[in-house]
């Protein structure tokens, strides 16, 4: 069993930045494929931000140029650096790692954005 745990959500100004980490158990993490998704009250789950074991990356076309994304194996995590934070951020954001077909998900992080 793999148990993800997501860190660093707050509350922030537009323009803001904030740090998202997400913490996976097991010793071949750096096997694991890695996602960010964020749910805003009354809206679907959607997919932020990806890394792959291998290191590709993904991002949603709405962060492209504001989010970052990166893995640390030697810390078992996963890091969302977000900068320029806009309201329309606001949201849940989960982690979830994919291992040997199976997926694992987080309790989530609450990032608000104020304007």
């Known amino acids: 069993q793999v148990q993800v745990v997501e860190s660093g959500g707050g509350s922030v100004q537009a323009g803001g930045s904030l740090r998202l980490s997400c913490a996976a158990s097991?010793?071949?993490?750096?096997?694991?494929?890695i996602g960010w998704y964020r749910q805003a009250p009354g809206k679907q789950r959607d997919l932020v931000a990806g890394?792959?074991?291998?290191?590709?990356?993904f991002y949603t076309d709405s962060v492209k140029g504001r989010f970052t994304i990166s893995r640390d194996n030697s810390k078992n995590t996963v890091y969302l650096i977000m900068d320029s934070l806009k309201p329309e951020d606001t949201a849940v954001y989960y982690c979830?790692?994919?291992?040997?077909?199976?997926?694992?998900w987080g309790q989530g992080t609450q990032v608000t954005v104020s304007s």
């Open positions: 890394i792959s074991s291998g290191g590709m990356i």
């Open positions: 979830k790692a994919n291992f040997l077909n199976r997926v694992y």
């Open positions: 097991g010793s071949t993490f750096s096997s694991y494929g």
